[in-house]
Structure formats: C-alpha cells, structure tokens
C-alpha cells in the first residue's frame, strides 16, 4: 500500500530570454518555466526507494504562478488516495480531475484550468508508472487493447471515433509490438534539432549551429521565420547552403499570419523546399490552415503545440487541415487525452511529432513518441519528434539523443516513470520569486535601478 | 486630466447553487460570482463625481479567484495611465493588454487569461464612457465607422473580413441610426426568459414560472434539457401546455452530448417545435455543430456562450453551423473583440442573440445588443436576446425589461458607463472568502461539523 500524503507545487522559472534561447516571431523573451508537481507517498518504489510522482506543464514565464496555483486546488483531492487504486482506474482520476463544473466553466477543456491539469496528470502517471517499476512508454505498451482505450478520453470524438473501433486498431498491432520495441532499441526514435534556427540568434551563429546539426547526425533541422521576409531569405539561404539540398529544413512561423498572409509568405519560401510550415495562423483556426494547406501544396502543414484538446484536433483532421499532428504533452490533459488524439491521428493517417523543447517537453515526448510507434501507429513513416538541446541538466532522468548510424535518435528510456523528476537544487536555484537565482537577480537590478537618477512615472511600466 | 490612481479586484460570490438556479445538466452547483475590477481616479465624471471604471467577467464559483489574479496582473499597468489619452486609443490598450506573450502562452486568446483581460478591459470601457458621459452603446453607436472599426480586432480575421469591407458594412448603416433608436426607444430591445427551465425545478414550478413568463408578456421560453429524455419529453409537454403552439419554445443542452447522440435526442425532441437547440455538444466543435445542423433542421442551431474568441466564430460563420450567435461579454476580451463578431455575424447574416444570466451579463448584453441593431446589423429580425431575473438588485444601474405592448424589451440604458458596478455592501457581503455571507456560512458548517461524529478519511473529499 502506498498512499499519497502531500501535494508540492513549485513556480520553476529559467531565465532563458537573456540568451534570445527560444526567441520566435511571437514570443520574444520566453523564460522557460514549469509549474512542477510532486505527489508525496508514504510507500516505496520497486527500488525500495520512497515513492513519489513527478510532473509538469511548460509555460515562458509569467503566469507560471497561475498555473501553478491552479494545479494546487486541483491536487488537493488526491491527498489520501492509494498509489494501486489510482492505477487501476487512471480513466476515472482523468474525468474526476476534468469534470469539476466549476472549474471547467474556466475552459473548458483549455487554458490555464487545462494546462494545470497536465502538469497534475502528469505527475500522477509518473507516480504511477514507477509504482508498477517500467518507463511510462512500457507501462502504457503492456496495457491491453481495453485497458489502453479505458483510460482515454474519447468523449465528443464519437463521431470519428468510437471506443469499438479504437481497440479494433490497437488490436490490429498487438502482435508485433516486441518487433517495434527491438527495432527502437537498435535506432532510436527519429529526431529533427530546432537549435540551430531561434529568430534572436546571428546569421554566424545560425551558420555554425547548422553545421553542428549536420555534423551530429541530424536529417531535419527546422527554422524559426515569420517577423521580416528579407531575413527569412537571408537565414534560409545560409540554411541551404549549409546542410545541401537533401536534408529536410522546416520553417516556423508561431501563429503570426493572417490566411492571406501566411499563404503570400510561404510562396517566396517555396523555393527553399521546406518540408512543413509550422503554425502558420491562429492556432484555433482549423478551416485557416485547411484553406493554407491547399495553397502552398506540395509544402507541408503542421501544427499542434497550442491546440489546446481532442475536439480541436479531430477537426483538423476531420477538415484535412494538417500533415503534421505536433501534440503537445504539457497542454493536453496527460496520457489521457494524448492517447485519444493518437488514435485518432492513426485512424486519420496523420503522422504525429509531438512539439518539444521548452522544459521537460522533449522528456515527456519520448515515451508518447515510443508509444505511438509500438502500440498505436506503428509506423515510422514521415515521424520525426522534435528535440532541443536546452535545460536536460536540471533532470534526475534526462532524455539521450545519439547518432546510431541511421540518423540521431531519441534513446529508449529505461527508468521506471516519465522521466520528468527535477534535481531538487535546480528547484532551490531556480523557483520564481524566491529562489537563489531570483533573489541575487532581484538584488543586482534593485542595485542597478537605485543607482540610477530615476525619472520614470509609474505610466512607464505601460508595455 | 483623470489619472488611474489604483486598481481593485474583488472576488465576489453569489450562493446560487442553494436553490438550483442556473442549474443544468453540465453545471448541477454554480454560485454565479464576478471577478470583479474597479479602476479609481483622480478625476470626476460629467456630473462632477468621483470617475472610476467597473468591469467584470462571469464564472459559476471556484477558480474565480484564479481570473481574479490574472486580472489584477493584467490591471497592474494601466495604474498611472490618463483615461482621455486611453479613450483616444482603446485599440492599442486592448493590444497591450493582450499581447504579452508570456501570459499569452496560457491560452492564447482563451481561458482564464481571456476571462481576466475580459474583465479588466470591461472596467476600462466602463471608465471611458462615464468619463464621456455616456451609456456604452451610444459612446460605440455615436463613433464614425472608421473608429468602431479601430477599436475591433480584426486579427485572424481578413479570409473573412477585411477592414474595408467592416468600414464599408457600418457607412450603409450610418445614415438611418437615429430611426433605430427612436424605434428602440419606443419597443426596447426583444428578449427571452430561461428564469423558468432550469433543471433542477420541480414540474409545479416550472408550471408556475412559464405561467408568469406568458403573464408578463414574453413571446420565448428556453428550458434546459440533456440530463435524461424522459424527464424533458415530460417538462416540454408541461412547457407546450402553459406557454401554447404559437410562443417560441427554446432548448439548451449545456454541451452534454457528442454529436450522434445530439441528433438522435433532438429527434425526440422535434415534435415539441423547438426554435434552437443551443449547445449540443463540445464547444469547440464546429464541424460537428454544422453535422448536428444538418440532421436537425428544421430545428436550428445556437451556440457562443463558451466560445472563446473571434477565430472560433469565424469559423461558425464559415462552416454554416449555427443558426444563432450567443457571443458572452465576458468569455470575449470585451467591446473590442464583441465588435469584430457583431461585424462577422453581419457580414454572413447570422442573427446575434448574446448570452446572459449569470450576474452582470444582462446589464452588459442590453448595450451590445442595442449597439448590433443601432450601427452594426440594422436588423431585429429573429433577434431575442437572453434575459434571466437574478442579482440584478446588487448593481446600481440594473437592467430594465418591460412589456412595452410588442413584447418585453431591455429597457435602453440612459445613464453613463457599461451598468456594470456592483454595490459596495454587495461586495463587501459577498466577498470570498472574507464576505460577511461566506464567512458566516462557514462558521455554521463548521459548527455542524463539530458536532458529527467525523469517520471521514481525507479520501472522502474526492469528487
């Protein structure tokens, strides 16, 4: 027996703005944050270790503390609960966690009241998974058809997908799933690199880090475009002529266009082949990225990492708005909605690239990547997860990318969990306001300001 | 000159789940509460008193304190600000306030940090037109298209409607805007009653309550419905048998089913000649709104009270899926994006019959309403807009509805501002969790408590 007996919530925030590390035509300063929680036990894992659960949500900054208290009113009723019990019934902890009416009148289903139920979910699977000893990717494999589709949310998805067929499709693949997980264990999971392309790095900078990638291995390098055409040009040109003509380059335009605009933009990009345009539009516009993919035709369409649940994304495939489903696992409610777009994106045909990067994203993206493939997909045809070298020091469990000679890849996790676990004097160092980062941060620019003649009226704190 | 000189925020809660109003088959305990903000001044209002702003978004309890704190983070820089100079370009406050990209990460343009801008930008407006002197719905009705045109936000939007076409839409309408107010002025504005359905009444009161709507003159009833099919073929019998063939009978499911069930339920429901059915299913769900339209006509189809934003609207209108915009003033960042959907809605004929209830949003609704008809749409054709009778005594320009002869109607406001300031003693009473209502309430469970014998286990407080 091992029961939950304390909720943690932490506001983990990483000053990554002062670099321009994330910097696109949307968001200029992120400073890459997790509203983290921790689900205390008083039993052990299969280690003999004491057992606890791990789990996050990514947001860039302000508005971490939001989430983060969002996610402690929600947490608060597992408190009590047994490790086992949950287990057998995360469908149930899934609908008990979404089905407060008046919380959900906050979304419902998206938002902060969405984001914050991921970041608990999350760490609930953790907890779960490393009861039961196995990496989460594991843990969810070796579910049968029933039990894979029990835990998924497959409400208002009847219409394109009811429950009879989501176990038909995941039968269909039962047989073969240990050829799938040896064939992993050879090449990793495949992997694209969006180091290389932030809109705030150099051209110099931007010419060595493609370098870099292809040096490494990668086939798939993406760059940031959409803030000024001329520099789009320019950065993806030096892109060209770096990594050649055969690898893949895509572009990313974080929701800046209009339809029109985006449709305009992506035609003087034609000639640099990119293979997707990422977030063209409006992330809630379903019929704009369909009307898109129709006009920059044979250049690809992909989108995801702010759809914000299943509904949303049954219609962009519904519409044959995308070739590309970037799920985002700290925006989705958990496994438990992923696992519902999964096998919708498999009935659909769409190959899924989960969104990654931030923090703890590409930790998390392994195990659903692995998962699609093994269980759900079971194709690698067209897959590629995202992977960004930023920020894995801060995990007890941090994913691996390795060249394996065909190519880099995510390397099979191994430890029990979600890999989600952060160093407990990275939370010290780096939680929002009071950790030592912040405070000597605080200290330095109350210093600066004081030392300053300051003439500046309050209306000057207007952005 | 009139300075803001501080921002107040209020988390304020009605306990309206004691007697099942506003009760429906998703939301069985709402306490309609306001996140509620307050911009004071140093300056005075026409009249020569102190000028202050009051706003507010609607939830139905919990989590309204988290918009609340979102709000007051969003409020933060407008202290300091001139409300002439603000006044002169509430497009570029509504830009400011929405464009900071880490809070916009939470949504975008949804959820809790939509709710909070909603709030805060409704105060804003409120400010703006009691500094002019004027109800909201003039200060709009009495600008040159042009600069209603500023205002709106048309982000997301020119594959549908371009800021020309808005421009031109509101000069044909320009000329004859005096006529409809006079007409106004004479009938008010059409609306319809939901104080009668609400799920949890029993049959004797439902009876009673559509005998007193026919009695004082309303033409449209809504009840709610979805919760279990016998239960509403017996209530819209009773309803058909009180309100007669001729009144129009309104059907609201609160999103509780996927879309075949919403067909097949609403086949059952078909011979009680339902006008709309208003949420069938998921919010988010425009493909399966327009399937749902489709199969049910000629019932028509009405949804918005939890649509998120423009984009989503947009899409309605494109996708022909519903028969009837509920726009909510306080889900859509207030007058700027309410405008870009009046705009929308004319553009492809869809009639706008805004949601309301709740507290608050009737004394919004009435000058959204009045401006559509006045400068927008031009048109009250198949226009009814949603009238409950609660919690209007706790503001201090509530809204009037009256039988004028043709009908009840929304009385036109006449006083300056957006009727959305709510009375100190009701803030002050109803306040979470200090309010002297809450605080008592809490002292009488906690002494019933006491006094169980408790075999609780922490457990027992999952839902």
Same mark, same amino acid.
């Given at each position: 027996?091992?029961?939950?007996?304390?909720?943690?919530?932490?506001?983990?925030?990483?000053?990554?703005?002062?670099?321009?590390?994330?910097?696109?035509?949307?968001?200029?300063?992120a400073d890459?944050?997790?509203?983290?929680?921790?689900?205390?036990?008083?039993?052990t894992?299969?280690?003999?270790d004491?057992?606890?659960?791990?789990?996050?949500?990514?947001?860039i900054?302000?508005?971490?503390d939001?989430?983060?208290?969002?996610?402690?009113?929600?947490?608060?009723?597992?408190?009590?609960?047994?490790?086992?019990?949950?287990?057998?019934?995360?469908?149930?902890?899934?609908?008990?966690?979404?089905?407060?009416?008046?919380?959900?009148?906050?979304?419902?289903?998206?938002?902060?009241?969405?984001?914050s139920?991921a970041?608990?979910?999350?760490?609930?699977?953790?907890?779960?998974?490393?009861?039961?000893?196995?990496?989460?990717?594991?843990?969810?494999?070796?579910?049968?058809?029933?039990?894979?589709?029990?835990?998924?949310?497959l409400?208002?998805?009847?219409? /394109?997908?009811? #429950? $009879?067929?989501?176990?038909? %499709?995941?039968? !269909? +693949?039962?047989?073969?799933?240990a =050829? *799938?997980i040896?064939?992993?264990?050879?090449?990793?999971?495949?992997?694209?690199?969006?180091?290389?392309?932030?809109?705030?790095?150099?051209d110099?900078?931007?010419?060595?880090?493609?370098?870099?990638?292809?040096?490494?291995?990668?086939?798939?390098i993406?760059?940031?475009?959409? /803030?000024?055409l #001329? $520099?789009?040009?320019?950065? %993806?040109?030096? !892109? +060209?002529?770096?990594?050649?003509? =055969? *690898?893949?380059?895509?572009?990313?335009?974080?929701?800046?266009?209009?339809?029109?605009?985006?449709?305009?933009?992506?035609?003087?990009?034609?000639?640099?082949?990119?293979?997707?345009?990422?977030?063209?539009?409006?992330?809630?516009?379903?019929?704009?990225?369909?009307?898109?993919?129709?006009?920059? #035709?044979?250049?690809?369409?992909?989108t995801?990492?702010h759809?914000?649940?299943?509904v949303?994304?049954?219609?962009?495939?519904?519409?044959?708005?995308?070739?590309?489903?970037?799920?985002?696992?700290?925006?989705?409610?958990?496994?438990?909605?992923?696992?519902?777009?999964?096998?919708?994106?498999?009935?659909?045909?769409?190959p899924?690239?989960?969104?990654?990067g931030?923090?703890?994203?590409?930790?998390?993206?392994?195990?659903?990547?692995?998962?699609?493939?093994?269980?759900?997909?079971?194709?690698?045809?067209?897959?590629?997860?995202?992977?960004?070298?930023?920020?894995?020091e801060?995990f007890?469990?941090?994913?691996?990318?390795?060249?394996?000679?065909?190519?880099?890849?995510?390397?099979?996790?191994?430890?029990?969990?979600?890999?989600?676990?952060?160093?407990?004097?990275?939370?010290?160092?780096?939680?929002?306001?009071?950790?030592?980062?912040?405070?000597?941060?605080?200290?330095?620019?109350?210093?600066?300001v004081?030392?300053?003649?300051?003439?500046?009226?309050?209306?000057?704190?207007?952005?």
């Open positions: 027996m091992a029961r939950i007996t304390s909720v943690e919530i932490e506001d983990v925030r990483f000053p990554t703005s002062l670099t321009a590390d994330g910097s696109d035509a949307m968001n200029k300063d890459y944050s997790a509203a983290y929680v921790v689900l205390r036990t008083d039993g894992d299969t280690l003999g004491p057992l606890a659960g791990h789990g996050l949500t990514f947001t900054g302000r508005g971490n939001i989430v983060a208290e969002t996610a402690r009113q929600q947490a608060a009723a597992l408190v009590g609960r047994d490790v086992d019990e949950l287990a057998a019934d995360m469908g149930g902890v899934y609908r008990a966690l979404t089905s407060d009416s008046q919380l959900r009148w906050l979304g419902p289903e998206k938002g902060v009241v969405h984001l139920v970041a608990v979910l999350n760490a609930t699977w953790d907890l779960v998974a490393r009861r039961a000893g196995k990496p989460l990717w594991r843990l969810l494999a070796d579910m049968t058809p029933a039990e894979l589709v029990a835990v998924a949310d409400r208002y998805l009847s219409d /394109a997908l009811t #429950a $009879d067929e989501a176990v038909a %499709l995941l039968e !269909a +693949r039962a047989a073969t799933k =050829e *799938r040896a064939h992993l264990e050879r090449t990793g999971y495949p992997v694209y690199t969006t180091s290389a392309g932030w809109l705030g790095y150099d110099d900078k931007l010419r060595r880090l493609c370098q870099e990638a292809v040096d490494a291995g990668y086939g798939h993406k760059l940031k475009v959409g /803030a000024d #001329a $520099d789009d040009v320019r950065r %993806l040109t030096i !892109a +060209r002529e770096v990594i050649g003509p =055969e *690898r893949r380059l895509m572009v990313d335009a974080n929701q800046v266009w209009d339809v029109p605009q985006a449709i305009e933009w992506m035609a003087a990009l034609a000639p640099f082949d990119p293979l997707w345009i990422e977030e063209p539009t409006s992330p809630d516009d379903v019929l704009g990225h369909a009307a898109v993919r129709r006009a920059v #035709a044979p250049v690809r369409v992909a995801g990492e759809c914000h649940n299943r949303m994304f049954k219609q962009f495939f519904q519409a044959g708005a995308i070739d590309f489903c970037q799920l985002d696992t700290g925006r989705l409610a958990s496994v438990n909605e992923i696992v519902a777009v999964l096998l919708l994106a498999a009935k659909f045909g769409v899924v690239c989960p969104h990654a931030g923090v703890g994203l590409c930790e998390m993206v392994q195990h659903v990547s692995v998962l699609d493939y093994v269980a759900i997909a079971g194709d690698l045809t067209d897959r590629v997860t995202e992977y960004v070298d930023h920020l894995h801060h007890t469990d941090p994913c691996v990318v390795a060249d394996t000679g065909s190519g880099s890849g995510y390397v099979l996790p191994r430890r029990p969990g979600y890999s989600t676990q952060i160093h407990a004097a990275s939370v010290a160092r780096f939680r929002f306001p009071d950790g030592e980062y912040w405070a000597e941060r605080r200290a330095r620019e109350t210093a600066r004081t030392a300053q003649s300051s003439e500046e009226s309050p209306a000057a704190a207007w952005r």
